[in-house]
């Protein structure tokens, strides 16, 4: 079984100050690791992923997120946030032939 | 512009009734999935399909049915709707070989 757990339902944020969107998982078996996006009224997109090799993966917009095996987390982070990156970001594990599981999301709110 | 389409985008429904919610994927992806999104539990699976031909159930796939007659579609159905089923559906699609999905826009559906 896998789970994931994002222990922040909401993280306010002034603009261009730093965030940090905790993640972490429990799988049995090697796993594949994803953030997504979902602005208002809008689909989920992914956002980065780890798959392999590289332990730190970015986005094209300024995220980052770091695979820690050993703490079995994978947080989301940006140096400076933006008024546009308000939105709600999803953590999702899979692991080998097993379904997505996604965290119950949390909402960024950055304040101008 | 390719991608996964939904409709309808909102309905309001009366228990009882029901309703069918489509989506359409023009990626030729093998995997096709059915999510609700609930406040505060993140993005359930419903039913998926990893082939045409095929169906399997989700984490809460009672009260729906899908089918998957051919690549493309993926219909969700709800023989008789009641208010619980209130939520937010997005419908996803995955490549053969790839964790990543792909979603909807969703549909916003109202059970009163």
Request: hydrophobic content about 35%; glycine content about 8%.
């Amino acid at each position: 079984a896998q789970s994931v757990t994002q222990l922040d339902s909401q993280v306010p944020v002034f603009e261009e100050a730093p965030v940090e969107l905790r993640c972490n998982y429990s799988s049995s078996v090697s796993v594949y690791l994803f953030w997504y996006v979902q602005y208002p009224n809008q689909g989920l997109q992914l956002l980065l992923k780890y798959l392999s090799g590289s332990t730190l993966v970015e986005s094209i917009n300024g995220f980052e997120a770091e695979f820690n095996k050993s703490q079995t987390s994978f947080h989301l982070r940006k140096p400076s946030v933006h008024i546009s990156d308000t939105a709600e970001y999803f953590c999702a594990v899979s692991g080998g032939y097993q379904k997505v599981t996604f965290g119950t999301g949390t909402k960024l709110q950055v304040i101008p | 512009i390719a991608g996964i389409t939904q409709a309808p985008t909102s309905q309001i429904l009366a228990a009882g009734r029901r309703m069918t919610l489509r989506c359409t994927q023009d990626m030729r992806h093998n995997a096709m999935y059915w999510y609700r999104q609930d406040l505060g539990l993140g993005l359930r699976l419903i039913h998926y399909s990893n082939t045409a031909g095929t169906t399997g159930k989700g984490e809460v796939p009672d009260g729906y049915s899908v089918s998957r007659a051919n690549t493309d579609d993926f219909p969700l159905t709800l023989a008789s709707a009641v208010p619980s089923q209130t939520s937010v559906y997005f419908c996803a699609s995955s490549g053969q070989g790839s964790n990543e999905q792909f979603f909807g826009p969703g549909t916003r559906l109202t059970v009163l």
